[in-house]
């Protein structure tokens, strides 16, 4: 079993930063590949970016790319997502999600665990 908890989420202007975190818990999770997801009102769960607890290895959405970094801190069990130049196209509700058994994987149906999610809203 994995839990999972965000935070760091707010409103912010167009152009500006924000650091989202989650913070895991469960005996799985040092193997586990750990995501980012986001979904707009009305809109699917979409894909922003996936990391490989073991590895390290990073990978994004075409949108996020340049702008967004995922990165792990094993110690403190938390998974960051930094996001600068933010549009307001990146509002959403923003997951952290984990699948351990998966090495990469962009499919939100692969990932078996989910946090409650951080509201992320860029004004323009």
């Known amino acids: 079993q994995v839990q999972l908890v965000e935070s760091g989420g707010g409103l912010v202007q167009a152009g500006g930063s924000l650091r989202l975190s989650c913070g895991a818990s469960g005996r799985t999770v040092s193997r586990a590949l750990m995501g980012w997801f986001r979904q707009a009102p009305g809109k699917e769960r979409e894909f922003v970016a996936g990391?490989?607890?073991?590895?390290?290895?990073?990978y994004y959405a075409d949108s996020v790319k340049g702008r967004f970094t995922i990165s792990r801190d094993n110690a403190k069990n938390t998974v960051y997502l930094q996001m600068i130049s933010l549009k307001p196209e990146d509002t959403a509700l923003y997951f952290c999600?984990?699948?351990?058994?998966?090495?990469?994987?962009?499919?939100?149906?692969?990932?078996?665990?989910w946090g409650q999610g951080t509201q992320v809203t860029v004004s323009s």
């Open positions: 990391i490989s607890w073991f590895s390290g290895r990073t």
């Open positions: 999600a984990a699948d351990p058994t998966s090495h990469y994987s962009m499919d939100p149906y692969e990932f078996d665990y």
